[in-house]
């Protein structure tokens, strides 16, 4: 639904801030969960996250960049942590 709503909108600016603000969040709730343990509804809002980024990146053949959010090494400090399920 949100992804058509922002085809229909068929607007640059607009997609540029919505996946801004989306590896932002992305960002903060893995920083949060270097420190500390996350609620269940915060593992939730991860997954979700996670699900929307790859629907509005990888989906349409948009690359996410190390820039924008380090894979790599997310899914090594995951391993290091034992924590690959918020990965």
Known sequence: ???????????????????????????????????????GSEKNRLRSLGKWLGTITLGVNRPILHSELSLKDLIIEGFERNQLDLV
Do not use: C, G, W
């Not at 085809?7 to 540029?16: T, Y």
């Not at 590896?23 to 996350?38: D, Y």
């Open 1 to 39: 639904l949100h992804l058509a709503i922002l085809k229909e909108l068929n607007n640059p600016q607009v997609d540029a801030l919505v996946l801004h603000y989306s590896f932002q969040m992305a960002r903060h709730l893995f920083k949060k969960a270097r420190t500390e343990e996350l609620s």
